[in-house]
């Protein structure tokens, strides 16, 4: 079963970076696309950024464009988010997920919470 530990989440400004990682427990062919969504108290998940299995295609919520950028180590499988001018409304817990071979994100991390103050 493959598992992905997060790291990197805090606290930060309005205005600054953090950048989140995500590493898949076993360096195999199980995890295709990779992913990160989000959850804000009270509020529904909500998909942030993907990228496909071989790197070259990225996909973001509109809410993020142009600040985050998601990359992968395909070596590693690992995969990042670099976030960049955060507005207090990118506060939530951000979620990594790997899609297995049925074409699904089966896989998740434990969650890295991200706080951004005015």
């Known amino acids: 079963q493959v598992q992905l530990v997060e790291s990197g989440g805090g606290l930060v400004q309005a205005g600054g970076s953090l950048r989140l990682s995500c590493a898949a427990s076993?360096?195999?062919?199980?995890?295709?696309?990779m992913g990160w969504f989000r959850q804000a108290p009270g509020k529904e998940r909500e998909f942030v950024a993907a990228?496909?299995?071989?790197?070259?295609?990225?996909y973001y919520g509109d809410s993020v464009k142009g600040r985050f950028t998601i990359s992968r180590h395909k070596d590693k499988n690992t995969v990042y988010l670099q976030m960049r001018n955060l507005k207090p409304d990118d506060t939530a817990i951000y979620y990594c997920?790997?899609?297995?071979?049925?074409?699904?994100?089966?896989?998740w991390g434990q969650g890295s919470q991200v706080t951004v103050s005015s």
């Open positions: 997920a790997g899609e297995s071979a049925r074409g699904q994100y089966d896989y």
């Open positions: 076993e360096r195999s062919t199980s995890v295709y696309a």
């Open positions: 990228i496909s299995d071989n790197g070259e295609d990225t």
